[in-house]
């Protein structure tokens, strides 16, 4: 059974880079991609970006100027990098798998089916 | 980029109850990039159906999902005690790859 471990700093300051790393265990970084999604205090979701074993991205927008994702396939770790951090971006940081299928020339979307637990991440001065 | 928007913003029954969650997209949208998510307080997301009506391994068949275009539904047939949760859908696509709907609060009446 896949499991996620993630971890990282939790309480930064305004200006600095939040780096948290999310772990595989049960199975590998192959064949899946791997996201990031977050949730700010009493809101919804928001999809950050996703990373395969190739170490091919993709980010949101809204984010992508900020962004660094990247993957240690020795260890079957990825790792999201999220610069220049304010206020606005403390929330609760979820890593997951996502699972695309190619199936006759298409790709069928499974669902994001395994999550970390979350990290919380704190911007305060 | 496709908005997804999930009503009603709270919804409340009682256990035994059915529950129906809307989402509807922005634009037409093929169901198999459809998605929902359970997420009880304090945890993490849990899938419940993609493909907008196949059940995740594990999800009881008083879930089920249905739709097409622009309107879609996650049904609970019967409300447990356990089903009172905050509820996503998704959609996969295009720039940004993947969205949200803001989510509907299912609480106990």
């Known amino acids: 059974q896949v499991q996620l471990q993630q971890w990282g700093a939790g309480l930064l300051k305004p200006s600095e880079t939040l780096s948290l790393t999310c772990s595989v265990s049960g199975g590998s970084l192959s064949n899946h991609y791997w996201s990031w999604i977050r949730q700010p205090p009493g809101k919804g979701l928001e999809w950050i970006g996703d990373i395969n074993h190739s170490g091919s991205t993709s980010s949101n927008p809204s984010l992508k100027s900020r962004v660094t994702l990247s993957v240690d396939t020795s260890k079957d770790q990825f790792s999201l990098k999220l610069d220049s951090v304010t206020a606005a971006d403390t929330a609760v940081y979820y890593c997951a798998r996502s699972v695309l299928i190619p199936a006759g020339g298409i790709i069928v979307f499974l669902g994001m089916d395994v999550w970390g637990r979350g990290t919380t991440v704190t911007v305060s001065s | 980029e496709i908005v997804l928007t999930q009503s009603p913003g709270t919804l409340s029954l009682s256990p035994g109850e059915r529950a129906t969650l809307s989402c509807k997209t922005s634009q037409s949208v093929s169901s198999r990039y459809l998605a929902w998510y359970q997420q009880r307080p304090g945890q993490a997301p849990r899938l419940l159906i993609y493909?907008?009506?196949n059940r995740a391994t594990g999800i009881p068949d008083r879930f089920s999902g249905s739709g097409s275009g622009t309107d879609f539904t996650l049904t609970i047939s019967r409300l447990e005690a356990e089903d009172f949760a905050v509820y996503y859908c998704?959609?996969?696509?295009?720039?940004?790859?993947?969205?949200f709907g803001q989510g509907t609060k299912l609480e106990i009446k």
């Open positions: 493909d907008s009506s």
């Open positions: 998704q959609h996969y696509g295009d720039s940004p790859e993947y969205t």
